[in-house]
């Protein structure tokens, strides 16, 4: 019985590795987690740029009345009614 679970979990792990949803559910529990490095870009409504912000530990959520609660280098930042560009800065 416990080689048939553990092959079963093992089979499950395997197919999961390439899969696209358990990528970003990794990213997601990292970035909860640790955080990300990331360059965020605050826009006004007419699309100037009103603030950027950029680390390696950023950690970003959205509340229920849709305030974006930035993390950055020990300090919140909250942002309402802004458009906000939010990239993930990737090691290529």
């Known amino acids: 019985m416990k080689k048939l679970l553990m092959s079963s979990v093992l089979a499950g792990a395997v197919l999961l590795s390439g ?5 970003d559910t990794v990213t997601n ?3 909860n987690t ?6 965020i870009t605050v826009y006004s409504q007419t699309g100037e740029v ?6 390696e530990n950023v950690r970003t959520e959205v509340n229920d009345g849709g305030q974006l609660i930035i993390n950055l280098n020990g300090k919140r930042v ?3 009614n802004a458009n906000v560009i939010i990239e993930e800065n990737t090691a290529e």
């Open 19 to 23: 899969c696209t949803v358990w990528d």
């Open 29 to 31: 529990f990292k970035s």
């Open 34 to 39: 640790e955080g990300l490095d990331r360059k």
């Open 50 to 55: 009103i603030a950027e912000y950029e680390g």
């Open 78 to 80: 909250q942002v309402l």
